[in-house]
């Protein structure tokens, strides 16, 4: 027999208050061992808790018995909502860094000499640093020992289950911990609306924008999100040069996505996430394509 289960205690923290503890509890897990932060995700999904906070695991012991669960299949989803900034010639996006520049490499007059009679073709060239439009942080990108884009996974990025986080920047700047209490956080892709979109490409974009907190972010990082998302020019606080919720939420491999916009347009949950970059090697950063794919009847 070489299958394998998992014997555990736990407690686990709510974001509205109170906890629960665990004593014995034990999961089928794939391969000789699993760690703390995937067992998390099993027990929140298995006892279907709500408002999962923290979850630790006090006692874990590896068992030789055949599993027990029963693969249950994903609902089919439809219907996509556009969340990523267009990128044109001359787009910037971070005040200091370089603009966009679309062009030609071959246009479609020159390339009518390599191909038949009617037939053309455009090739175009694009010169631009990673940090433009709409794009994702991941490890690399903070740590010279964290995963680049080739090394992260694809459902790292892709078809997540989602909550929006309403903070509207008329009425706060900084976003802690506390507005991020009473939500179902765990192994979800987490999208704070601020509305600072409206700004895009005009000076205001970068002035006094909204930010999370770094109590915010070790928040998220407790409760184990899948990834977090904003719809501001910077996740951090650019007023200073410390970067704590990079540090943080990058440090344990959740991936940030920045640059968002459109985030009205989505229900607070019922929907997925992705946002997808190529995968390059030696790269921290680079634009998305992001899309909510909503539910459909």
């Given at each position: 027999?070489?299958?394998?289960?998992?014997?555990?205690?736990?407690t686990?923290?709510?974001?509205n208050?109170?906890g629960l503890?665990?004593?014995?509890?034990?999961?089928d897990?794939?391969?000789?061992?699993?760690?703390?932060?995937a067992?998390?995700?099993?027990?929140?999904?298995?006892?279907?808790?709500?408002?999962?906070?923290?979850?630790?695991?006090?006692?874990?012991?590896?068992?030789?018995?055949?599993h027990?669960?029963?693969?249950?299949?994903?609902?089919?989803?439809?219907g996509?909502?556009?969340l990523s900034?267009?990128?044109?010639?001359?787009?910037?996006?971070?005040?200091?860094?370089?603009a966009?520049?679309?062009c030609?490499y071959?246009?479609?007059?020159?390339?009518?000499?390599?191909?038949?009679?009617g037939?053309?073709?455009?090739?175009?060239?694009?010169?631009?640093?990673?940090?433009?439009?709409?794009?994702v942080?991941?490890?690399?990108h903070r740590y010279?020992?964290?995963a680049?884009?080739?090394?992260?996974p694809?459902?790292?990025?892709a078809?997540?289950?989602a909550v929006?986080?309403?903070a509207?920047h008329?009425r706060l700047?900084?976003?802690?911990a506390?507005?991020?209490?009473?939500?179902?956080?765990?192994?979800r892709?987490?999208?704070?609306r601020?509305?600072w979109?409206?700004h895009?490409?005009?000076?205001?974009?970068?002035?006094h924008h909204?930010f999370l907190t770094?109590?915010?972010?070790?928040?998220?990082?407790?409760c184990?999100?899948?990834l977090?998302?904003?719809?501001?020019?910077n996740?951090?606080?650019?007023?200073g040069?410390?970067?704590p919720?990079?540090?943080?939420?990058?440090g344990?491999?959740?991936?940030i996505?920045?640059?968002?916009?459109?985030?009205?347009?989505?229900?607070?949950e019922?929907?997925r996430f992705?946002?997808?970059?190529?995968r390059?090697?030696?790269?921290?950063?680079f634009p998305v394509?992001?899309i909510?794919?909503?539910?459909g009847?």
């Amino acid at each position: 027999m070489n299958d394998r289960r998992v014997e555990f205690d736990f407690t686990v923290e709510f974001t509205n208050g109170g906890g629960l503890q665990g004593q014995g509890f034990r999961l089928d897990i794939d391969g000789d061992d699993i760690d703390d932060a995937a067992l998390a995700g099993y027990i929140v999904r298995d006892l279907r808790l709500l408002m999962a906070g923290p979850v630790r695991i006090t006692r874990k012991a590896i068992l030789a018995e055949a599993h027990k669960r029963i693969a249950t299949p994903e609902p089919h989803l439809r219907g996509i909502v556009e969340l990523s900034h267009v990128v044109r010639d001359g787009t910037v996006t971070y005040p200091g860094l370089p603009a966009a520049r679309i062009c030609d490499y071959l246009g479609r007059e020159a390339s009518r000499a390599h191909y038949a009679e009617g037939t053309e073709f455009q090739i175009a060239r694009i010169d631009m640093v990673a940090n433009t439009g709409t794009y994702v942080d991941c490890p690399f990108h903070r740590y010279a020992d964290g995963a680049d884009l080739a090394q992260m996974p694809a459902s790292a990025f892709a078809d997540l289950d989602a909550v929006v986080i309403d903070a509207d920047h008329r009425r706060l700047r900084a976003i802690d911990a506390e507005h991020l209490r009473g939500v179902e956080l765990r192994g979800r892709a987490v999208l704070v609306r601020t509305g600072w979109d409206v700004h895009w490409e005009s000076p205001a974009y970068a002035d006094h924008h909204p930010f999370l907190t770094e109590a915010a972010a070790t928040w998220l990082r407790d409760c184990g999100v899948a990834l977090v998302g904003i719809d501001s020019m910077n996740i951090d606080d650019t007023r200073g040069k410390a970067r704590p919720v990079h540090t943080i939420l990058l440090g344990a491999d959740i991936p940030i996505v920045e640059h968002l916009c459109n985030l009205a347009a989505l229900p607070r949950e019922g929907f997925r996430f992705t946002a997808l970059p190529p995968r390059f090697a030696g790269v921290g950063t680079f634009p998305v394509r992001a899309i909510a794919t909503l539910g459909g009847p």
